[in-house]
Nanobody
Framework: QVQLAESGGGSVQSGGSLRLSCVIS????????AGWFRQAPGKEREGVVG???????TYADSVKGRFTVSLDKTTGTLRLQMNSLKPEDTAMYYC????????????????????WGHGLQVTVSS
């Protein structure tokens, strides 16, 4: 059974940093893709970053240069380091994982993912 356990998040002032973590377990031979999504009140869920099974990462334009993702498959830990945070980054952030697939822009869409975390609140004040 696949499980995603998220931690981190919180509140920070504009320009600050936060780190999110997600431990992914239950995939056979660690063959999976992983990503982070976010959803602000009244808006659709949007992809922040995705990592393919080939290690290729794809970031949303809005976070490029500010957010950095890492995935350690030996521990199943997916991390998102968020720097230079802006008020528009305020949202519920979700960890996601799905079956083996190579990296690409599609990993910013929801359909490749079959398992989701419960979400972490990130609030950035101006």
């Amino acid at each position: 059974q696949v499980q995603l356990a998220e931690s981190g998040g919180g509140s920070v002032q504009s320009g600050g940093s936060l780190r999110l973590s997600c431990v992914i377990s239950g995939y056979t031979l660690n063959n999976y893709v992983a990503g982070w999504f976010r959803q602000a009140p009244g808006k659709e869920r949007e992809g922040v970053v995705g990592i393919g099974d080939d290690g290729v990462t794809t970031y949303a334009d809005s976070v490029k240069g500010r957010f950095t993702v890492s995935l350690d498959k030996t521990t199943g830990t997916l991390r998102l380091q968020m720097n230079s945070l802006k008020p528009e980054d305020t949202a519920m952030y979700y960890c996601a994982a799905g079956p083996y697939r190579r990296g690409g822009i599609w990993l910013l869409l929801t359909w490749p993912y079959t398992n989701w975390g419960h979400g972490l609140q990130v609030t950035v004040s101006s």
